[in-house]
């Protein structure tokens, strides 16, 4: 059962070598052996009833993609009747009142909700050091950080924790911890999933996607959460492509963008993915220069545009409405001041206070509505770049994980995501994909990305890359 992907367990399940049953106890037997990584903060206690139900349906013939797979979810998605706390004091004893559509969807499937993982506090940070719970250690090193937001979905998958898991990505939040934990981190173009039951942290940027083992994986799981949903005004009705069938990569062309290859050449691994270029350059592909003058800006439009939508999305957390009301409020006002300062965490207090100041009415034109014109601009330079390049390739994390106790300034943190926030800002689909070791022999990533609802040409491509490197030598 050790490391198995989807299509593995999905092929054992079926010739009745092994049993749902079976394969949920081994994880949760890994997970408790691993406790101290703090990945996991709940094993559903229904977790084997649900794989028992799977057995036997599979034993009746059923076939579905999912059947008796055991996956973990973000603490940020609902799912009715269990504990969803966005790793928040706030939301602690929060049960969930519906099911999210995309954990619905792996559950029509066929999929074993196995229970909830670690993230930074409501999806805000970089490192997983932000849960109210307790930090997240990276897979392959107790020092270092694991990357966030998706920080316990990414070492849950690395570790074997589970088959796979869900993550969320607002800037970079499922790609820099999957870069940073040696595993593959999908965000699919906005509008792609659903988000009805994600609990929003920036509502025009937020995607739900997988953390996989492989590139196949993601590709698997993708074509089960997509597609149209009518409790989610935002998501699309583009069709939905069948992402496993690969279509190569022979004349194909991989943008890179110029503005970003300036800073690139200062990065540690930039030969290494220089020359994941001249790979792909001799198997067929062609390599062409974009340019994106915008790309520059992408970094302070998110840190304006992301706290505004989030003090927005937590004004509803207040003491009254929702979980968390301080034993100490006398009034109205004590309640709502008092819940809030007991319940948020500092980089939650951080993010809100910025919101609110770039919302403010004295700063609202200078800041807010002047980030929104500059975002319209990059999404044109963004369309014109694709209209020479069908993916365009670029870093996905500054380095290795980085030290779980370095004394970062909030800024410099906000640095780590420099290379995963444009996808976001322009709505495009984007993965990563682990490829390499750095001097600390810990894992790198590197990040593709297409147009908008490309995801068909963007795994072909990924997928290539992920086989010719062995998964960066999983």
Known sequence: MENLTITQARKLLKEGKITSEALTKYYVDRIKKYKDKNAVLEVFDDALTQAK?????????????????????????????????????????????????????????????????????????SSTRNSAFGICKNAYDDTRVPGGSSGGSAVATALDLCVAALGSDTGGSIRQPASLNGVVGLKPSYGRVSRYGLIAFGSSLDQIGPITKTVEDAAIL??????????????????????????????????????????????????????????????????????????????????????????SNLGRFDGIKYSRRSEKAGSVEDIYILSRTEGFG?????????????????????????????????????????????????????GEAFKLDSVMDPVEEYKEDMFTIFANLVGIPAISIPFAKGKANLPLGLQLMSKKFDEKTLISVADFVFRKYKGGGR
Request: hydrophobic share 40%.
């Open 53 to 125: 139900e799977c057995d036997k349906q599979i034993k009746k013939g059923k076939d579905l993609p999912l059947l008796g797979v055991p996956i973990l979810i973000k603490d940020n998605l609902l799912y009715e009747g269990k504990t969803t706390s966005c790793a928040s004091k706030f939301l602690e004893n929060y049960k969930a009142q519906y099911t999210a559509t995309a954990v619905q969807k792996l559950l029509d499937a066929g999929a074993v909700i196995l229970g909830r993982s670690n993230m930074d506090e409501f999806a805000m940070g």
């Open 222 to 311: 993708l074509k089960v959460m997509a597609g149209s949903d009518p409790k989610d005004q935002t998501s699309s009705q583009e069709k939905v492509d069948d992402y496993c069938a690969l279509v190569g990569i022979k004349g194909k062309k991989i943008g890179i963008i110029k503005e970003v290859d300036q800073i690139t050449k200062t990065l540690e691994c930039y030969d290494k993915y220089k020359a994941v270029l001249e790979v792909l350059k001799q198997s067929g592909a062609e390599i062409v220069e974009v340019s994106v003058p915008n790309y520059k800006l992408s970094l302070p439009l998110y840190y304006i545009i992301s706290p505004a939508e989030a003090a």
């Open 346 to 398: 500092k980089e939650v207090k951080r993010r809100i206070m910025l919101g609110n100041f770039v919302l403010s009415s004295g700063y609202f034109d200078a800041y807010y509505v002047k980030a929104k014109r500059i975002q319209q601009q990059l999404i044109k330079d963004t369309e014109k770049a694709f209209e020479k390049c069908d993916v365009i390739m670029l870093p996905t994390a500054l």
